[in-house]
């Protein structure tokens, strides 16, 4: 009898502790969705020194790293996170925004490429055309530009900043009336864009 409550009040003791040992290590992910970067990768990187092989980890740190700004690190844990799961669309898309910050174009748009062809209907589709399309523009590439940013914008309609983009794009190919469109689309939806303002003025004028 006296063993079987010695027994019983030792499984209290765990039950009643469990909770503190959830609780000592805080979800990375929801860290990363609330915008506290730092925190979000020192739990990746304490859950990567335990277990190496979860792909999960690598992910959340990369996300947060680039959030961060610390580009060349999410490049290179990036490239360890495709070691174990080479074709995981989610890191080859981090991958890909991490070279275009550091300006290795052509790699990035490979990426963004891969991205778009590994998952079609992935949720960050529309930002790849996007970089694409800045890509291009820094490659003179004006008529690619005018490709990537429509495509985006047929999955983001509603983004000022991208109709510039678009719209600049056109300005550089010399198609001033498309640009005009495109400028003005971007005003519809944010009449205080001075970017906007400045490129329909230019365009404006160009075609008088």
Known sequence: MRYKKICIAFICIIVSALPVFSQTRRDALVLYREGKYTEAIEVCLSEISENDRNVESYVVLCWSLVRADRYEEADAWSERGRNISRYDPRLIEI??????????????????????????????????????????LRQAKYRHADMSFSAALQLESLNAAWWVRLAYSREMAKEYRYALEAYNRALALNSNLQDAIRGRDRVTGLLR
């Open 95 to 136: 991958q890909a925004e991490a070279k275009y910050f550091l300006g290795y174009n052509d790699q990035s748009l490979r990426l963004f490429q891969d991205y778009i062809s590994y998952a079609p209907n992935g949720s960050r589709i529309a930002q790849a055309y996007y970089f694409m399309g800045e890509i291009y």
